[in-house]
């Protein structure tokens, strides 16, 4: 079993960054895909990025290509997610999940939200106009 804690959110203005940071403890970290998801306010919670075990295989989501890049510290037993040019409609409750499919494989990452197993409790980012 895997605990998470995420960390880093809060207001930014349109335009701007922000890094947010997913600490992992329990079982071994580096044998979890990990992955990130929001759910704004009135809506369902959907997939924002997703890294395999070893970093080489990642997966962002459409509304984030471009603007939003995952990364893995497996050392440090830590996720991130950095966030730029951030509009009002990234504002939203974010997520970070690990996945302990994919029969151990190393490149195993997904976008499925029934695959992520364990959850942290959230951090707030809110973009003001």
């Known amino acids: 079993q895997v605990q998470l804690v995420e960390s880093g959110g809060g207001l930014v203005q349109a335009g701007g960054s922000l890094r947010l940071s997913c600490a992992a403890s329990g079982r071994t970290f580096s044998s979890y895909a990990m992955g990130w998801f929001r759910q704004a306010p009135g809506k369902e919670r959907e997939f924002v990025a997703g890294?395999?075990?070893?970093?080489?295989?990642?997966y962002d989501a459409n509304s984030v290509k471009g603007r939003f890049t995952i990364s893995r510290d497996n050392a440090e037993n830590t996720v991130y997610l950095q966030m730029n040019s951030l509009t009002p409609e990234d504002t939203a409750v974010y997520y970070c999940?690990?996945?302990?499919?994919?029969?151990?494989?190393?490149?195993?990452?997904?976008?499925?939200?029934?695959?992520?197993?364990?959850w942290g409790q959230g951090t707030q980012v809110t973009v003001s106009s």
């Open positions: 999940a690990a996945s302990g499919l994919g029969s151990s494989s190393m490149s195993y990452a997904t976008r499925r939200e029934r695959e992520y197993g364990y």
């Open positions: 890294i395999s075990r070893n970093g080489g295989t990642i």
